[in-house]
């Protein structure tokens, strides 16, 4: 039988030297979160490990104290000032390869869960956060769960209850927040939907481009295998256009409101598992008619997408971006869409930009680019010369930049 422990007694197991693994989203105990600001001297020489997003997980575990480490595969706002100290180790990865690093090449002494409490048949959930938890629970040599009533047991990994080591059992309010339906999204979701097919599976970055869905209402039969789902989600179903079969919507994670919670809460429809499968290409090629639709910062005449860095700085990841629209690509039937407004800060500045910035990452080799869409349609690069991807892309820019795009792309051909 595992131990029960205060939160504060658990965190006197950490010691100088160890690795520590803290997932990420909502699998993040928040109950553990607040007990480390508070004594931020047990993360002294502790080296922690997790896929924290920006935006959701807003704890820098680095940042706890002037000893604390952490290798992270996101650097968002928060974690900026230990990234700038040298003591956060970011790892540019795709989702899958991150699994696979957790898997295969991390020791983990210590991993914090967070978990439903168990069933009947003696066994706890990992809830809404299947993602990368299962790639460590084979070798952590001591697990540390949050045994949370507020975490729904969902059909996705278990654990025998028994084989926990240590347990916190205590309530506490499960992070999320309803996504807010951004216009500029919504209006490219007018432009998606009448490519994307009723029964046909869907992928949706996590974030903003979720608004993409409210234009979905009308579909039926549609299916979900996709890295994090969010309240959009939870009204399709509840609008009749998601499938009623098994499994129709397979995700990693789940983040949002009560409404969603209770949505994924042993519902049939829903199924949780790890990035291991996931983003495996194999899997992913094996999914008929599978539409992969992620966001970016920017793209340009190349056709090729920067998803993480402004002004030189890192802000972001790639995170699932290549894997999904590379198995979309194999998918018979299915294709990859990279989604973004035309323009930013009041319409003054173009996301379709001649160039990408020297220094600026590539997340989205032009190889691997399909179709574009923002709100004022669609550019469709399948097939096409260098110089017609150019004019498409132009062609849905913000239309205040269109001239000067097209007097950059002329100059840019000349020299190549």
């Known amino acids: ?36 600001k508070k004594t931020p001297e047990a993360a002294a020489g502790v080296r922690f490990i997790g896929v924290w997003l920006p935006g959701y997980n807003r704890m820098d575990y680095a940042g706890l104290h002037p000893d604390a480490r952490s290798t992270a595969f996101f650097v968002g706002p928060e974690l900026r000032p230990s990234f700038a100290a040298g003591r956060v ?3 540019p990865m795709s989702y899958y390869a991150a699994f696979g690093y957790l898997r295969d090449r991390e020791t983990i002494d210590l991993a914090f869960l967070h978990v439903s409490p168990p069933g009947d048949d003696g066994r706890v959930s990992l809830g809404v956060a299947n993602d990368f938890t299962p790639a460590i629970l084979h070798k952590a040599a001591v ?3 949050h045994v949370n009533p507020a975490m729904p047991r969902t059909n996705g990994t278990t654990i025998p209850f028994d084989d926990l080591d240590v347990v916190i059992e205590a309530p506490f309010p499960l992070a999320g927040a309803d996504t807010a339906i951004d216009p500029a999204f919504a209006a490219i979701g007018g432009h ?17 481009v979720q ?14 295998h996709t890295g994090a789902i969010t309240d959009p989600v939870e009204r399709l179903a509840a609008a009749g ?10 995700t990693g994670v789940a983040w949002g409101s009560e409404a969603l919670y209770a949505f994924v809460r042993d519902d049939p429809r829903v199924r949780f598992a790890p990035v291991g499968w996931t983003h495996d290409i194999a899997t992913l090629r094996a999914i008929d008619t599978f539409v992969a639709i992620n966001a970016v910062i ?32 194999l998918s018979p039937g299915g294709f990859a869409v990279i989604a973004l407004p035309a323009a930013a800060k009041g319409g003054t500045v173009s996301r379709i930009v001649p160039r990408l910035e020297p220094g600026t990452a590539v997340s989205v080799a032009r190889a691997d680019m399909e179709l574009v869409i923002t709100e004022h349609g669609v550019a469709d690069l399948r097939g096409r010369s260098l110089d017609a991807r150019a004019e498409a892309l132009i062609a849905v820019a913000a239309p205040q930049f269109r001239t000067e795009l097209r007097a950059a792309w002329r100059h840019r051909r000349a020299a190549m």
């Open 211 to 224: 608004g993409v869905l409210s234009a979905f209402t009308d579909k039926r039969d549609l299916r979900f």
């Open 1 to 36: 039988m595992p131990r029960s422990v205060s939160v504060s007694q658990a965190l006197n197991l950490l010691k100088p030297g160890m690795i520590v693994y803290a997932p990420g989203l909502a699998g993040e105990s928040g109950l553990v979160v607040e007990a480390l």
């Open 241 to 250: 256009a998601i499938s009623n079969r098994e499994g129709a919507v397979t």
């Open 143 to 145: 697990t540390v769960a």
């Open 298 to 329: 920017e793209v340009d005449l190349l056709g090729q997408a920067n998803a993480e860095m402004i002004d030189g700085r890192q802000i972001s990841s790639a995170g699932g971006i290549t894997d999904f629209m590379r198995g979309a690509r």
């Open 192 to 208: 998606l939907a009448s490519l994307v097919p009723d029964g046909a599976t869907l992928e949706v970055g996590v974030g903003r």
């Open 89 to 91: 180790d970011y790892m």
